[in-house]
């Protein structure tokens, strides 16, 4: 059905011509107006239903959530809030939505409830605002990427390989496992599975992408990973998308400028292009934050907090400047830290946050990691501790970068792999790429739901992805 989007319609030069408009009833007033939203703007129109014109039946369906569909002028709004509105001519009723059943009413709904109603939340204001924005940062990701010279590879999702080494990954099978075959030893016979060798959904496209990045110099993957980390946080998703540039002569100082250059790039194309969903969040926000006490506010808004972290440099710090920051803190002194800081430790969620929202109130860069905390394919420093590593830090967030300059050495990358029992028959062609044309090169992973959550503000991640994956939860 040939129709006019609602986001052109709220303009005043469309006024006088005669228009067909598809969506959803959001209010019906008044016997009178109905405040209808088709999903191109957070904003309604408003439609005028003439009493004489319609029939009570037809306007006792006329209920919140119904589809429906109109023709009519557009004429200049006399009602304040709304420039134009139309006056309705023709009306058909697509779908009606029982008041007594339809879950999602005008009302406040809470998150919770909302996440279980995943499959209707995209009807809300709220969750309609942040479907769109994550769609725009999907696309300012891809043109940030092709504008500068990256191209696209699609790494696997299917892998032998475990790039992170946490063991945290999901195995995919097409054993029969009430009946796994098992070999003379008593061990499930991987040569007779799919692949004829264990495999798993991926944990990250990195190492792939590595050995795009030394052929095509500079490229990215955005795509779904997955772990099985078994923690219920409001930060964790078992699927989740990540963005991972790679690039070819590049070292640790030309990766945090890539990823300082990105990260403001992309919020900047929020700011610039979803104006009217920051709005609303910026409100929501705002009015989520009366019922909290003071220090638990955010001291800026929304849209300030991207305006300050597109226009200001990140800090950078070394993890060993990091600690001892923690250590003369007050929290530290006082015995507020739950968790012990010393050199060594892995940053906390409560060491990150007093970092990046107490202490220098912007994001940071923390690099040059123990070489013991962080994945084996790291760069190893001259001081022979340390790597070659960067975490950014947001506020409200924490982590939402890892990255690293990799280890390009043949014989120190080796020596990492037994360290860290990877056997060379898993990662030989990872190797290889040390043996033939090496050179230094770096790259980084940006959780795309946590850049989600800091571009809308929403606090729990599995509000920013339309159906999230958590332990326990694989519904809809
Ligand atoms: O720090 P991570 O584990 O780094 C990597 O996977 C590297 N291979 C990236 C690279 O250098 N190419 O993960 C990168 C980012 C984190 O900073 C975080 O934003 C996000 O991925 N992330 C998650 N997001 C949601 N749920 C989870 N369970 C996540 N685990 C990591
Ligand atoms: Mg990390």
Sequence with gaps: MKHDPIVELLDESRIGQEIVVCGWIRTFRNDTFIALNDGSTIKNLQLVIDREH??????????????????????????????????????????????????IQMKRHTMEFLREKAHLRFRTSTFSAVFRIRHGMTYAVHKYFHENGFYNVHTPIITGSDAEGAGEMFRVTTLDLNDVPKTEDG??????????????????????????AMALGKVYTFGPTFRAENSNTSRHLAEFWMIEPEVAFADIVDNMDL????????????????????????????????????????????????????????????????IDILRNSKPFKKKKFKFPVEWGIDLQSEHERFLVEKHFKKPVIITDYPASIKAFYMR?????????????????????????????????????????????????????????????????????????????????IRDVIPFPRTPMNAEF
């Design 187 to 212: 061990k499930i016979d991987v040569k007779q599975d799919f692949f004829g060798k264990e495999a798993n959904l991926t944990v990250s496209g990195q190492l792939e992408a590595e050995l795009a």
């Design 54 to 103: 319609f029939s009570d039946d037809v306007r006792k369906r006329l209920t919140t959530g119904a589809a429906i569909s109109a023709k009519g002028e557009l004429v200049a709004s006399q009602g304040k809030g709304q420039t134009t509105e139309v006056k309705v001519t023709e009306l058909e009723i697509h779908g009606d939505a029982d008041p007594e059943e339809f879950p």
């Design 259 to 322: 990823a300082e250059d990105f990260m403001q790039y992309v919020v900047k194309y929020a700011l610039d292009n979803y104006a009217d969903d920051l709005e609303f969040l910026d409100q929501k926000e705002r009015n989520d934050e009366k019922s909290k006490p003071q220090n638990e506010r955010n001291e800026l808004s929304l849209i300030e907090r991207l305006k300050f972290v597109a226009e200001n440099n990140f800090e950078r710090i070394t993890y060993t400047e990091a």
């Design 380 to 460: 190893q420093n001259d001081d022979g501790k340390t790597v070659a590593a960067m975490d950014i830090l947001v506020p409200g967030i924490g982590e939402i970068i890892g990255g690293s300059q990799r280890e390009e050495r043949l014989d120190i990358l080796m020596e990492k792999c037994k360290e860290f029992d990877i056997p060379e028959e898993h990662v030989w062609w990872y190797l290889d790429l040390r043996k033939f044309g090496s050179a230094k090169h770096a790259g980084f992973g940006l959780g795309f739901e946590r850049l989600i959550m800091f571009v809308t503000g929403m606090t729990n």
